[in-house]
């Protein structure tokens, strides 16, 4: 029984590398495995990642060896609908992997297009990769769908309350006006507005901060 426990051990720990290239894409240049993906997946909009790429090749069954220089006369370019841009590559020490550092702005599909050549072979491909997502793929707890129903309901009845209350307002006015009194009623009513207004203002503001949480 003592001698399955480092079998399992080896199992998961496989298990756990084989994972960290998941929804990753390889695809084959003659000689060449060219693997491209996300770092951190799935990719998150306003989260800092990467592009990271490995570049090898098998001169014996069973034996990969990285690619060292691999960059050296390849460009890589991401692209998402009509939008491009050239990406600078770094080096991992891990012989035949790279890195694009990047910041998705979007949600949406990316491709990598890799151009030029390795050692000689011409490479001209493009490679898609993960969706981007919106940060509601790390939401816990999730917030429910109707809740931006119930925020523009609150939203309309401040103001439907400002209304109310400055009609208030103004009837009060206007009687004490008829009255007689010295009261300089424009300008109390002018205040009185002025003051609901400011109120008015908070509250559709803290309910814009909310929906732009979202």
Do not use: C
Not at 25 to 42: A, F, K, L, R, S
């Amino acid at each position: 029984m003592h001698y399955l426990l480092p079998i399992l051990a080896i199992l998961i720990l496989s298990g756990m590398g084989l994972s960290s290239a998941y929804a990753h894409t390889t695809v084959h240049v003659e000689q060449y495995e060219i693997e491209v993906g996300w770092d951190v997946e799935p990719p998150v909009v306003g989260f800092r990642n990467a592009i990271v790429y490995e570049i090898s090749e098998s001169p014996s069954e069973g034996v990969k060896t990285g690619i060292l220089g691999a960059f050296k006369n390849l460009q890589s370019t991401i692209k998402m609908g009509g939008a491009t841009k050239v990406l600078d590559i770094n080096s991992d020490p891990r012989p035949g992997n790279y890195f694009s550092k990047i910041i998705p702005t979007k949600t949406g599909s990316i491709s990598i297009e890799l151009n030029g050549e390795i050692n000689g072979v011409p490479v001209d491909i493009e490679i898609p990769i993960e969706d981007v997502e919106t940060t509601a793929v790390l939401d816990f707890p999730t917030t429910s769908g109707s809740s931006s129903g119930q925020e523009v309901a609150a939203l309309k009845n401040a103001m439907s309350a400002l209304q109310k209350d400055v009609s208030e307002i103004k009837s009060k006015v206007s009687g004490i006006d008829s009255s007689g009194g010295e009261i300089n009623t424009g300008a109390a009513y002018n205040f009185a507005v002025f003051g609901l207004s400011l109120g008015a203002a908070g509250v559709i503001l803290a309910i814009i901060a909310m929906i732009k949480r979202k």
